[in-house]
Structure formats: structure tokens, C-alpha cells
């Protein structure tokens, strides 16, 4: 409900504040004083781009804000999906900027355009002739057709539901291209994946091999140079050994004389012991020595397939190319097996459409059930309002498609003359007829859901006289229950409404503005008596506005 609006610097308006009540509120006055200038200010609260053109001094800033007790519209969740802050009471306020920039605030939370529009929807409803044309829209129609069947459980499981099986339908897309894309690769990759595992990669083995093929070519060298090296370390004459002995056996007889010759001594049977562990050595290596040319070959040739792998994956080393060959084995295992993971995927996808089919139907009989009393209540509700041979055919067809609201598919028919064939909404009413339609729908939903603020917008024009009457008591009756606003030049609707402002022109210091005043029980009489006689009021459209009023 929206109790407070205040309006600064824009179009017309220096400054208004006003606050309003619940129940049917009347906005009269002439044309051109301004009525369109409320609208869009209050469009700028629901989200509509701000335009620089719009603002009164453009040097200044222009700031519209609207207070609204949102306690009985179930909003909390959108707050927190929106990330912003619950108030019973919630402020939202548009300020445009002498830049031309334009800024938005929830309960002084800055937002965007997007969240604000959304927020909008749930708390005011401008019924323009704009949004009169959304009658001929099909996902109109079957939000009226829902709200009564009370299918919004049934639609919001549907809607998960639904979401859940695109995206399998999607994953098994991916997984047949994946198929279809890795069949392709499927030779290629197992050609190359049994030439690393022939090669029977170990980790560390390159270094390895290329030591052994040294040796294994090199033998008849290694075998002089070890040979020569014995001989010059234990030669009985002049090896090493036996010379640093004799070293060793002088300098012993020394070592007692002080510490400077046990050192030195020291060093030398330390280095005779280095030696002879070296000596042992060179005879272990010689001994090993055993020249293998089958061996040496077999060396070779597992290098030289080791080394031409590394160039063909261009890599530097057996451990990448052991990555490779991981990551290829895994390649084809998925491939091998996707057929296994396509196969479950379906299934998947098979039991969620069965979880579709059965909540869509639930939907489906839902409003079966209903169209034919909201039928009756429509034909009904457009008698009172001057159209008695009115008649609707809503039909409904399941399809095999899932849709974003179920598997049906609707046609809303009409057909305003006793005899007359039923045609789509669109061509079958003038503009006129559809506003009355409009309004039969909205009377009706009232009854079933909690509507946000509503703002008729002249949806009187084209009638009068006891039709404007019967128009002015379904307002009243849907105002019992929600907030209602009208803007109306009849006398009839004007004389319904719980409160009456009066939307005007004058001019202060020379330059005009805008205002909105909320009339007296006195000064309501003589605008309804203006309404029914002119600006010239007689005696007697005073006792007519006085019998209207009560």
C-alpha cells in the first residue's frame, strides 16, 4: 500500500508531499494540470529510465520517493534474494542529478534499474492502456488463470522441475557432442597411446640408460683406464700404496715426538685408507666389466625410441611423456565409456520428464477445473458494465512440449455480439471494450490474491451514465481489499472514492506548478459539481453532486 509520496524538482512540480489511505482514492482535474506528471513520477518509482528533460531546474537535483506498507505481500524473500534490508515500512527513492545521472535506493540500499523494476511489479500496478494491450498476451492470460486455480505450489515445483531438465538435457547435448567429437579422435589417440605403453616408461630410466650405453660403448677403454690405474696404485715398486706405506711406517716413528708429527701422520694413514677403499673399487669395477653387444644394442635401441617420443610430443623428459600417456589412457577410457554415462544420463532425463508430465498435468486439470467459473464470473461481471452478449471461450490443448508454465497451450477467445464468432482477444474488442475487461480480471483477482496497489488510468473513457456507475461500484468493492487509486473525469466514479485529491495548476512568482491537494468534505461537493456542470456551478449541480456523494 503505498502511504507516502513525495515529489521534488520534477517536470511541473517544485515540491508535494502527500500521504493516502487505504480504501479507493479519486484523482481529478482538468486536462493538462498535470495527472501525467504524477504517473511518471510514481514510473520512475517502479524503475523507468530517468530523462534529464523531465526535471524542473536542472541544476538542481530532483528526488521522488514513495513509502510503502508492504506487511501483507509475502515480500521477505525477494528482500533476501536482492540482498537487501526487510522494512514493514519500505522507502524507495529515484533521484536524477544535474548530470543527468539517476540514482535508486530500497530502504536507502543503493540498486539497479533491474531490482527496483522487480520490486516495483509486487507494490504498484499502473493500469494504463499500455497494459491493457497485456490482456492479448498469453502469459497474461494464464496468470489469471492460475491465480484462480490457486496453481502457484504446482507452477513453482514445475518451474524447478524444469530447470533441473534443461540442464540434464544439456548435459547429455555436450555428452553426445563429446562422443561424436572424440570418435573422431578415438583411432589416433589409442595409435599413441600403444606406442608409450610399448615403451614400457619408467620414471628416472632415461638417465639410466644413457649411463649403461656409455659404459656398454666404451668397455675396451674403461678397461685400459682401470687396468693402468691398478697397476700405478699397487705396483710392488712404485705404486702408490706401497710408497705412502713406507710414508706411513717413517712418520710413525715420529708421531711420539710431539702433536705436529702425529698429525701429519694422521693425514697420511687417513689418505692410505682413502686409497685403499679406492683400490678396492677400480678391482670391484673391473670385475664387473663384461662386454654385451646384445645388450648394448638393446640400450640403444630403447634410447632412441624414448628420444624420438619426446620429439614427437615435443617434451624433454620420460616423466612427461608419462603424463602424456595418463592423460590419453584417460581420454579413451571416456570415450570407451561414454556410452555407459550417456546411457544414465537418459535415464535421468526420463524420470524428471516423468516428474514434468505429472505436475503439468496437475496444472493442467487445475485450470480445466476453473475456466468455466472464471467464464461465468467474467460474462457476468461485463453485463453489469454494458456488455451483455459478451462471451469467452478459453480452450486449453496439452503439447508434448515443456513449457515455461506447463504443456498447454491456450487460446483465449471473445466474442462481444449474440451470434458472433469467437476471435483472439486482439481482434475481436475495441479499446474501450478491453479496459472493461481489464477491469472485470482485476476485480476478479482480487478476490483470489493479494494484488499490489492499483492505478487506474482513466479506464473510463467511452462510457458514462449508469455504465460508469456499475464501474465506479466494482472499484469500491475491490478497494475493500486492497488499495485502489483512479484517475477519472466522471462524477459518478469520482463520488465513490474514500478520499479525493484534486490535481491543479498555479502560478507563483510568475511561474507554474503543479500541485496536489486532498480535498475537503465542502470543497469535494463544488469539484464534483464543476465535474457534472462546468466551472460555472448552479444550485443544482450542488444538490447533484450532494445526492452522488451520498
Known amino acids: 500500500m ?43 518509482i517502479l524503475g523507468k529510465r530517468a530523462d534529464l528533460s523531465t526535471v524542473k531546474d536542472a541544476s538542481k537535483k530532483c528526488i521522488i520517493e514513495a513509502t510503502f506498507d508492504i506487511a501483507k505481500y509475502n515480500l521477505k524473500s525477494l528482500f533476501k534474494i536482492e540482498g537487501l534490508d526487510y522494512e514493514s515500512l519500505t522507502i524507495i527513492r529515484r ?28 507494490l504498484l ?56 567429437e ?53 705396483n710392488e715398486d712404485i705404486g702408490i700404496i706401497t710408497n705412502l706405506t713406507e710414508v706411513k711406517n717413517q712418520l710413525a716413528k715420529l708421531s711420539s715426538y ?28 673391473e670385475e664387473q666389466l663384461e662386454a654385451d653387444p646384445s645388450r648394448l644394442g638393446f640400450v640403444n635401441s630403447k634410447l632412441q625410441v624414448l628420444h624420438n617420443l619426446m620429439q614427437k610430443h615435443t617434451v624433454a623428459s ?40 505429472s505436475i503439468a498435468d496437475t496444472i493442467h486439470n487445475n485450470r480445466t477445473r476453473i475456466i468455466p467459473k472464471l467464464i461465468a464470473q467474467l460474462e457476468s461481471v461485463l453485463a453489469t458494465l454494458g456488455m451483455p452478449n459478451a ?7 496439452s503439447s508434448d512440449a515443456f513449457l515455461a508454465n506447463g504443456t498447454d497451450v491456450l487460446q483465449f477467445l471473445f466474442s462481444a455480439n449474440k451470434g458472433g464468432q469467437f476471435n483472439d482477444l486482439k481482434k475481436a474488442v475495441s479499446g474501450g471494450e478491453l479496459s472493461r475487461i481489464m477491469l472485470a480480471i482485476k476485480s476478479i483477482l482480487s478476490k483470489y490474491t493479494q494484488l499490489p496497489t492499483i492505478m487506474f488510468d482513466e479506464i473510463d473513457t467511452g462510457v458514462s451514465g449508469e455504465i460508469s456507475n456499475k464501474m465506479a461500484n466494482i472499484m469500491q468493492g475491490m478497494s475493500k481489499a486492497m488499495q485502489v487509486f483512479t484517475i477519472t473525469h466522471l462524477p459518478q466514479i469520482a463520488a465513490k472514492g474514500d478520499s479525493h485529491f484534486k490535481v491543479y495548476k498555479e502560478d507563483i512568482n510568475e511561474i507554474t506548478q ?37
Open 2 to 44: 503505498l502511504t507516502q509520496l513525495t515529489i521534488k524538482n520534477y517536470a511541473l512540480i517544485d515540491e508535494l508531499q502527500v500521504s493516502f489511505n487505504n480504501g479507493l482514492t479519486i484523482i481529478t482535474g482538468e486536462t493538462g494540470a498535470g495527472k501525467s506528471i504524477l504517473l511518471g513520477g510514481l514510473s520512475l
Open 95 to 122: 533521484e536524477i542529478l544535474p548530470s543527468g545521472k539517476s540514482r535508486a535506493f530500497i530502504n536507502d540500499t543503493p540498486v539497479n534499474l533491474s531490482s527496483l523494476q522487480l520490486l516495483g511489479e509486487c
Open 125 to 180: 500496478d499502473i493500469h494504463s492502456q499500455h497494459q491493457t494491450l497485456q490482456l492479448t498476451n498469453d502469459d497474461f492470460q494464464f496468470q489469471i488463470i492460475d491465480a484462480l486455480a490457486e496453481n502457484n505450489k504446482s507452477l513453482t515445483n514445475y518451474t524447478q522441475s524444469l530447470k533441473i531438465y534443461k540442464n540434464l538435457a544439456r548435459e547429455l547435448d555436450n555428452l553426445q557432442q563429446q562422443k561424436s
Open 182 to 234: 572424440s570418435l573422431k579422435e578415438l583411432d589416433y589417440n589409442l595409435f599413441l597411446l600403444k606406442e608409450l605403453e610399448e615403451a614400457k616408461l619408467v620414471a628416472g630410466e632415461l638417465e639410466s640408460l644413457e649411463g649403461e650405453y656409455e659404459t656398454l660403448n666404451n668397455i675396451e677403454e674403461i678397461e685400459e683406464k682401470l687396468s693402468q690405474s691398478h697397476q700405478l696404485l699397487n
Open 258 to 285: 710431539g702433536e705436529s708429527y702425529d698429525a701429519i701422520y694422521q693425514r697420511i694413514n687417513s689418505s692410505l685408507i682413502e686409497l685403499d677403499d679406492m683400490f678396492s673399487e677400480i678391482e670391484n669395477l
Open 318 to 357: 620420460v616423466e612427461e611423456l608419462i603424463i602424456i600417456k595418463d592423460e590419453l589412457s584417460n581420454k579413451v577410457s571416456i570415450t570407451e565409456n561414454l556410452d555407459v554415462t550417456i546411457s544414465a544420463k537418459e535415464k535421468e532425463i526420463e524420470i524428471i520428464k516423468s516428474e514434468l508430465r
Open 391 to 397: 462471451k469467452f471461450k478459453i480452450e486449453l490443448q
Open 514 to 550: 503543479t500541485q496536489l491537494k486532498k480535498l475537503t468534505p465542502d470543497e469535494r461537493i463544488v469539484e464534483i459539481a464543476q465535474m457534472l456542470g462546468g466551472t460555472n456551478v448552479s444550485n443544482s449541480a450542488l444538490e447533484h453532486a450532494k445526492q452522488l456523494l451520498n
